[in-house]
């Protein structure tokens, strides 16, 4: 399953799989936000037969009384309903986790399903001592090292894109 960076003209597309996959375009309108105003962004799509059919993006996001640290937020995360339950989620994660390796950052944090993420190497934040500024079940707000020992010693709020507040 080709997976490959975004490209300008994928805008659309990313869009629509976005619309689709979600309840509300509340998601696709994040990612057009964070692709104008979140640097570097990771914003890979996954094609079949020619079409994009998913479509991940991970922004930045901060740590408190850490501001060093490279970290970065996973999602949203979104497959054509059609094409969910195929491999293209888990396709995506692991392609943007190794993008954000080449980035350099040192750990990634996603607010998501526990029973899912875990199999990409996350686990719950709290084991860091770290929380998210949102209000969120501790289950399911989940973080990986991506350099071993990145996060040792480091505990705080986790702090979002403004846009965020919006979804």
């Known amino acids: 399953?080709?997976?490959?960076?975004?490209?300008?003209?994928?805008?659309?597309?990313?869009?629509?799989?976005?619309?689709?996959?979600?309840?509300?375009?509340?998601?696709?309108?994040?990612?057009?936000i964070l692709r104008r105003e979140a640097h570097p962004i990771v914003s890979l799509?996954?094609?079949?037969?020619?079409?994009?059919?998913?479509?991940?993006?991970?922004?930045?996001?901060?740590?408190?009384?850490?501001?060093?640290l490279k970290i970065m937020g996973l999602g949203p995360v979104a497959v054509v309903p059609a094409y969910q339950r195929k491999g293209?989620?888990?396709?995506?994660?692991?392609?943007?986790?190794?993008?954000?390796?080449?980035?350099?950052?040192?750990?990634?944090?996603?607010?998501?399903?526990?029973?899912?993420?875990?199999?990409?190497g996350f686990i719950p934040s709290l084991r860091y001592g770290i929380r998210s500024e949102y209000d969120v079940p501790d289950d399911v707000f989940l973080v990986t090292e991506l350099q071993l020992g990145y996060l040792q010693g480091a505990s705080g709020i986790i702090k979002y894109h403004p846009a965020f507040n919006d979804v």
């Open 1 to 32: 399953m080709p997976i490959r960076e975004e490209e300008p003209k994928d805008y659309p597309a990313v869009y629509a799989v976005n619309a689709s996959a979600f309840e509300t375009p509340a998601e696709a309108n994040l990612v057009d």
């Open 88 to 120: 293209f989620g888990s396709a995506l994660i692991t392609a943007g986790l190794k993008k954000c390796i080449a980035l350099g950052f040192g750990a990634a944090i996603v607010l998501g399903h526990s029973a899912y993420y875990p199999r990409f």
């Open 45 to 68: 799509v996954a094609e079949e037969n020619g079409a994009i059919i998913g479509h991940i993006l991970f922004s930045p996001v901060s740590l408190t009384d850490y501001p060093d």
